[in-house]
Structures are given as C-alpha cells and as structure tokens.
C-alpha cells in the first residue's frame, strides 16, 4: 500500500479498526488470531507500550490484518514502525515531520486532527482520510458533521471515546471510512487472556458495521 487512495479503500471495506495497545510480546499472536476470527481486516498497534514494535512484527507476520502503527509522534518511530512491518501509521494530531517520514518511506499517513485548522493543514499537505480525535469529548456526530461540512473532499476515522453503542451513527455518516477504537480489545481483556470476548465484541461490532 503505497498511496493515500489504497488505505482510504482498506478502510471503507474494514469499517472498524481495532486500537491495540499491547505490553506482551506473547498475545500478539492469540489477540490476530481473535480479530481475524471475529472479522476485523485491520488494526492500529499504538506505539505505547515498550514492545509496541514486536508486537506490530508479529501481527504482521501473523497475516489476516492489515496492520498499522498508532500514536506515532516522531519521525524515527514512523521509520520503526514501518521497518517492523506497519503498512500505514496513525498520528493522535498533524506533525509535518513524520508526514514527511512517511512519504519518504511511501506509507499512507493518517493524521488526527481536532479543528478546522488542522484540517486544513492536513489537505494542503496533500492528505484527505484524517483521524477526528478524540472523536467523543470533541463533541460526537455534530461536531464532525459541521466539521466535514466545508470540507467534502475529508474523509474521517473518528476515534476516541466511541464505542459498540455509538460505532453505527458514526459509520452512517457519508465521510465517515470507518471507526477506530479499543473497546474491543481491552487492558482487562490482554490481562485475563480474554481472547473469546475480544473475538465476540469484534465481530458484534463487524455485524453492526455491515449496511
Ligand atoms: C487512540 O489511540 O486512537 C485512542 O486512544 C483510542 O480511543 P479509545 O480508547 O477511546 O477507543
């Protein structure tokens, strides 16, 4: 995946991306195996825990997802990210260095942004598919309705706050390719070794995703 075009498809099909946040090496390969079973097509591995990097390497390697790294905030974790096998990187807001690092590296970048502004900055670098977070405390549906409204060439990856109750308003929004978040992948869950109840959240939110 080389282009912003490709993602934003991998996005419309996937509807729903997972927001992982792993500290053991040991779960990246039960945690695939969950998400695939419950019909996730991909996922966000944020850059917050230690093992972020290996963890990523080794859903990548696992097959199934279409992986990407999240909480990216600095060029040189853009470049880890992508050296362990991140097929796009999600920042929480707009930094031109790692926007940079991922053109040079030719992976799609997906920028969070907050306001207008951001927004802004974010098409005239070229980049149109855009995370809306923290999606929730930023105000929900209305606030990215008048967000998007000036702005139709935007398509959004609300995040943050959203969960299996909220999910379906989001994704019936034309600008909306799909949600993001972790409410089907939880600390509690990766704690308990909770793999059925990761797969079955994934896939009542993949059913609530389908039209
Ligand atoms: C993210 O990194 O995208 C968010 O922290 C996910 O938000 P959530 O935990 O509220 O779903």
Request: glycine residues 10%; proline residues 7%.
């Amino acid at each position: 995946m080389n282009d912003t075009d490709d993602l934003a498809s991998v996005l419309a099909g996937a509807r729903l991306m997972p927001v992982l946040t792993v500290a053991s090496t040991a779960t990246a390969s039960p945690l695939a195996d969950a998400l695939v079973a419950g019909g996730a097509r991909c996922a966000e591995v944020t850059f917050r825990t230690p093992q972020a990097e290996q963890v990523l390497r080794a859903i990548a390697k696992h097959g199934g997802l279409t992986v990407g790294a999240g909480t990216v905030l600095t060029p040189e974790q853009a470049e880890r990210a992508v050296a362990a096998g991140a097929r796009f990187v999600v920042c929480p807001g707009f930094d031109a260095e790692v926007v940079a690092m991922c053109r040079k590296l030719g992976v799609p970048v997906v920028p969070g942004v907050a306001t207008a502004t951001e927004l802004m900055t974010a098409l005239r670098a070229g980049i149109d598919t855009v995370k809306l977070f923290p999606a929730e405390p930023l105000g929900g549906l209305p606030t990215l309705r008048a967000l998007a409204a000036p702005f139709p060439q935007a398509r959004f990856v609300p995040t943050g706050g959203i969960g299996a109750d909220l999910m379906a308003g989001y994704l019936a929004e034309p600008a909306v390719l799909a949600v993001g978040g972790s409410w089907m992948v939880t600390s509690a869950h990766l704690k308990r070794g909770d793999y059925e109840g990761i797969r079955r959240l994934t896939a009542e939110a993949a059913e609530r995703s389908t039209p």
